[in-house]
């Protein structure tokens, strides 16, 4: 096991290596630079700059020096707002992303299971109808159409909840959270929610249940004991997609809501290429979600006992 | 009846509500179980063995599957009426039952022990460690080598004929007064098999447990059973002591049935004479007897109504119309005899 989890660690350094070689040669390679947008510079404050960015030496010098200053934990400095640096503003961030994200998961995991558990019972049955049809909805509307329309009804008309406003980082008050959280969990939610359903139909039907029932056990405990540990299984190997999805999703529903969180940034960087944030913030998210992808692993393994990690074939 | 009996099915019809209408996979059986005996069910897949045995203890998948009408006399109660409350203190501790697939049979995502002990739990008060020392008894009593650690292990860890082990041990743990094995061993190698009829033969005297036993192999029958029930169609067509039927049998569909199943002791697979034709269709079954189509001596009152059951001895009925005084004669070694009026 020791040796599964030191595989991994190297495995996931290389990972975040290759992203960020191929990150960096990619953002070079898009037209334009930091100061190419903004109003004609005169010609030596422009030397000036490009001499503090290094971006005056060759490409490669460049990579060494980055991939020196990363090794040290260091991402360097926004170039359009050199004030801050890229940790400074990954950590004002990701407080306030990881709340969002956070939120949505427990969203989209907790309801997901819930409402495909009685989908499943109630299987050809209205509720069960009503459920998939939001399902089908939850994965049709894109959430940059979701969140502006709850904006304007569950904020604007009926004012139930406070839109276009966050309050304070990871401790915002969580009715500012709340239409974020549930425009970001909507795609994620109706996946779960669909296969939940599936999984828990096939397992209903599975012969262990009626071993179960063959013993004398009342519904309630076939279920609890039997039918849900193993209908979950497939749940819990999509969480590592569905945070990716929260992730990306992430960047529009901060930029609608108007969240200060690392996708408002992001976005932001990229269309003014502040080279030094994008790297920082995709090397930063792609840490998250391969580290992301190790746990959900381990979590299997856990629920799953005929998953044994590290074992080699046939074992 | 007598007072050896303790199970007794009455006019059982049980159906199957499906988009294209009502299945009706049992019509109306009746049987009998005596203590501590074996009685096996044969019948070509999908005649009602399975319907029946899990109607038993309200098994069937419902919905679609209901319990029409029929009495299911289990001591004092009739177990198509008792409530399910009282259904669930009755399965696992007073009928046990085993299945088919050892492999999917098992949960495997909790340990054997723990599928052996929940039951134990479930019925008696025993504790934790009470129930776990039990649940290694009953391993042991399987013949599982090492219980004291098998207990702890999933079912992936155990081999095919050991999962039947446990099986056993699972339906067994609470010494049921009834048994019911749907083909118990059908999934599992030849020599395995021979171990887990071994295996249930002896439990079976040591606990005085009377099995149903339902099987597609005669040699699984001669070896175990002391008495026989032939379905088909959903009901019950011929029933005997084990010699009645082997050497005996009055319905022509049981003659078929002797020639097209494998038995362990004697034929080999192309000794086999499949029955030509297929089942009746049971969302519209026949108003006669059900084997009329294929029956090579069906006459046209076969095809009219169904046959009355006839005492052939104390111990075997048939119900045939072959039977009746004014019927030719037929005999199953004699084709010749199977030319008949349609
Ligand atoms: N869940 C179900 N829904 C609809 N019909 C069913 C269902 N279960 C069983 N049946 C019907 O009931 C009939 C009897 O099935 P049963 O399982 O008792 O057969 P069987 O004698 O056990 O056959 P086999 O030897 O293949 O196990 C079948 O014709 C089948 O079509
Ligand atoms: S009743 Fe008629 S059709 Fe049925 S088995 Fe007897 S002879 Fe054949
Ligand atoms: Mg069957």
């Not at chain 1, 992001?266 to 913030?281: L, P």
């Not at chain 2, 004291?148 to 292990?153: F, L, T």
């Not at chain 2, 606990?207 to 699984?220: F, R």
Request: charged fraction near 20%; include cysteine; proline fraction near 7%.
């Amino acid at each position: 096991m020791a040796r599964y989890i030191g595989q991994r660690l190297i495995l996931l350094l290389v990972t975040l290596w290759l992203i960020s070689t191929v990150t960096f040669v990619l953002m070079h390679s898009i037209p334009g630079d930091p100061f190419s947008s903004e109003k004609k510079l005169p010609e030596q404050t422009l030397r000036a700059l490009e001499a503090k960015y290094n971006l005056d030496k060759p490409l490669p010098q460049q990579y060494v020096l980055y991939m020196k200053n990363l090794a040290t934990g260091d991402l360097g400095i926004s170039i359009k707002t050199p004030s801050r640096s890229v940790n400074e503003i990954l950590s004002a961030g990701f407080p306030v992303s990881a709340r969002l994200g956070l939120q949505a998961i427990v969203i989209a995991s907790f309801a997901g299971v819930i409402m495909g558990m009685i989908a499943a019972i109630r299987q050809n049955r209205p509720t069960d109808y009503i459920l998939m049809v939001v399902a089908v909805l939850g994965l049709s509307v894109p959430n940059f159409v979701l969140g502006p329309l709850m904006q304007k009804y569950l904020g604007l008309e009926w004012e139930i909840f406070p839109i276009a406003s966050w309050g304070d980082g990871f401790g915002s008050e969580f009715q500012y959270t709340v239409l974020p959280s549930i425009a970001l969990s909507f795609l994620p939610l109706a996946l779960v929610t669909r296969l939940m359903r599936s999984s828990m139909l096939d397992v209903l039907g599975q012969d262990y249940i009626r071993t179960a029932r063959a013993k004398g056990l009342p519904p309630l405990k076939v279920f609890s004991r039997h039918t849900l540990r193993n209908a979950i299984i497939p749940v819990v190997t999509i969480l590592g997609p569905i945070t990716i999805n929260i992730l990306t999703g992430s960047f529009v529903i901060e930029k609608i809501f108007s969240i200060p969180g690392i996708g408002k940034y992001f976005v932001d960087s990229i269309s003014n290429r502040d080279y030094s944030v994008i790297m920082g913030v995709t090397i930063f998210y792609s840490a998250l979600l391969v580290m992301m992808n190790f746990v959900v692993d381990l979590l299997y393994g856990l629920i799953d006992p005929r998953i044994k990690l590290g074992a080699k074939e046939g074992n | 009846m007598t007072n050896q009996t303790i199970l007794q099915i009455e006019g059982l019809h049980v159906s199957f509500q499906t988009y294209n209408g009502e299945v009706k996979a049992v019509r109306g059986v009746d049987l009998h179980l005596d203590k501590g005996e074996t009685l096996a069910i044969v019948g070509e897949s999908g005649s009602g063995k399975s319907v029946t045995a899990q109607s038993i203890v309200r098994l069937i998948p419902s919905p679609p599957g209901v319990i029409k009408s029929g009495t299911i006399r289990f001591g004092e109660r009739d177990l198509t009426q008792v409530p399910d409350q009282e259904m669930y203190k009755i399965r696992g501790s007073e009928i046990g039952m085993i299945f088919q697939d050892p492999m999917t049979s098992l949960n495997p995502t909790m340990t054997v022990g723990r599928q052996i002990t929940e039951g134990l739990q479930w019925h008696h008060d025993f504790g934790k460690g009470e129930a776990l020392q039990k649940a290694v008894e009953m391993l042991r009593l399987v013949g599982i080598p090492n219980p004291e650690r098998r207990i702890h292990q999933y079912p992936h860890q155990y081999s095919g004929g050991m999962r039947q082990r446990a099986m056993i041990a699972i339906a067994l743990a609470c010494n049921p007064k009834i048994l019911i094995a749907d083909e118990p061993t059908t999934a599992l190698d030849v020599t395995i098999q021979a171990q887990i009829l071994d295996l249930m033969k002896e439990l079976q005297q040591k606990m005085e447990t009377a099995i149903i036993l339902i099987t597609h192999d005669l040699g699984v029958v001669a070896e175990m059973a002391q008495r026989v029930a032939v379905m088909y169609g959903g009901k019950v067509v011929e029933t005997g002591r084990v010699d009645d039927i082997f050497h005996r049998s009055r319905h022509p569909y049981t003659w078929g049935l002797m020639d097209s199943m494998p038995r362990l002791d004697q034929k080999r697979e192309d000794d086999l004479i499949p029955i030509p034709g297929s089942p009746p269709d049971l969302l519209d079954p026949p108003r006669g007897c059900p084997f009329a189509d294929r029956c090579p001596h069906a006459m046209y009152i076969c095809h009219e109504e169904m046959p009355a059951w006839t005492e052939v001895s104390d111990s075997h009925q048939v119900s045939c119309w072959l039977e009746h005084p004014d019927a030719p004669a037929a005999d199953r070694d004699e084709p010749a005899a199977r030319v008949n009026i349609r």
